[in-house]
C-alpha cells in the first residue's frame, strides 16, 4: 500500500489506541466469562509450556528412532519451540505466576532451554520493556538488534536469520574501540552460556560439510578420524532436533518482527504507528513458526497485558478496530523504505551503525 501521512495527530491516534485497548480488553474478558478455563492462567501457561517441550521431546526421540525423518523432526520442534518463544515474551510481562517466583523462575529457564539461540531472557526482558516506551527510535535496541531500520541487503539477510552474525556485522561496522567493545561484551553477557553453545554448534556444523562437501567435490575427499566422525554424529543430531529448528524458528520471526515495526520517523508514543499487521496469505510459512506473529503481536502494542493465546481469539475484532484507526496492513513499500513510516531518501550505512 502507498504510504500516507499521520493526519490525525498524536491527540486523535491517542484516542483512537485508548478505543482499540478498551474494546479488545472488553472482548478479553468476555471471552473468559464464556469459556471459564481461559480464567486460568498460570495453568494454561504452563500447560502450553508442557505441550510444547513434550512435542519436542517426542519429536527428537521418534527421529532418533527413525519414525521419522530429519526434516519432520526440525519443523516440528521449530513449531513447538515458537510457543516457547510466545511463553517468554509473556513472561516477561510477568503473565504467569506473577507473585510467585519460583514456577515463574522455572518457566523463564526452561523456555530459554527450549530456544538455546535467544539471549538470556532475565536480559532481555529489560530490552523488551524499553521497546514499549521508545518503540521505533534509535535507543529500541531490541528490535534494532534483530535488523529493525536497516537496509535490506546481504547483510540484514545474514543478519536476521544468525544473532551472533548480526553481532559480528555489527561489530566489523563500528568506528570505535569503545563502540566495538561494547558489542563484544554486550553479546558475551546476553548469549553466555546458552546461546554462544548453540551458535557454535551450528557454525561447527556448516563448517564441517561445506569443507567435506568442497573436498569431494574436488576429488580429493577427506579421511576424517573416528573421533572427528563421532563428534559429528552428536553435532548432526543436536542440529537436528534443538539447534536447526531454532535457527529456523529465528529467522522467521525476526523477518516478520522487524519489518512489522517501523522505525525512524514515527511520533514518540504513537503506538498507530509502531507496528503494521503483515497476514498476506503468502507469509504463512513463516507465521507457522512464529505463532502467527505478524498478524497479532500488534495488537499487543494496544493491549499489553492479554497473553499471546487471548490475541490469537480477539484478532478479529482488533483487526477491524486497528484498519479504522489508521494502522496499516501488509504495507510490504516498508521493505524498500527500511522500514520507515514515510518515503524519504534511502538510508545510507551510516545511520544503520547505531545499535549494538
Known sequence: MTPTPASHGLHNDQQRSAHIRS????????????????????????????????GMLGSAWLYLDGAIAWWACLLANAFFASLTHELEHDLIHSMYFRKQRVPHNLM?????????STINPW??????LHHHKVSGSETDIEERAITNGEPWGLARLLMVGDNLMSSLIRLLRAKTWAHRKMIVSRTLIGYAPLGLLNWGTWYVFLGFHLLDFAASAAGAPIAWSATTLSLMHGVNIAVVVLVGPNVLRTFCLHFISSNMHYYGDIEAGNVIQQTQVLNAWWLWPLQAFC????????????VVKEPFYIRQLTAPLAHRLMREAGVRFNDFGTFARAN?????????SATTQQAA
Open 108 to 116: 523463564m529457564a526452561l523456555v530459554w532451554l527450549a530456544r538455546p
Open 123 to 128: 536480559i532481555r526482558r529489560h530490552l523488551h
Open 23 to 54: 474494546q479488545v480488553l472488553a472482548r478479553g474478558a468476555a471471552l473468559r466469562q464464556r469459556y471459564p478455563i481461559l480464567q486460568h492462567q498460570d495453568a494454561l501457561g504452563a500447560g502450553i509450556l508442557a505441550f510444547a517441550l513434550a
Open 340 to 348: 520507515r513510516w514515510q518515503a524519504h531518501e534511502k538510508p545510507t
Open 291 to 302: 505463532c502467527n506473529f505478524g498478524s497479532t503481536h500488534g495488537i499487543h502494542h494496544f
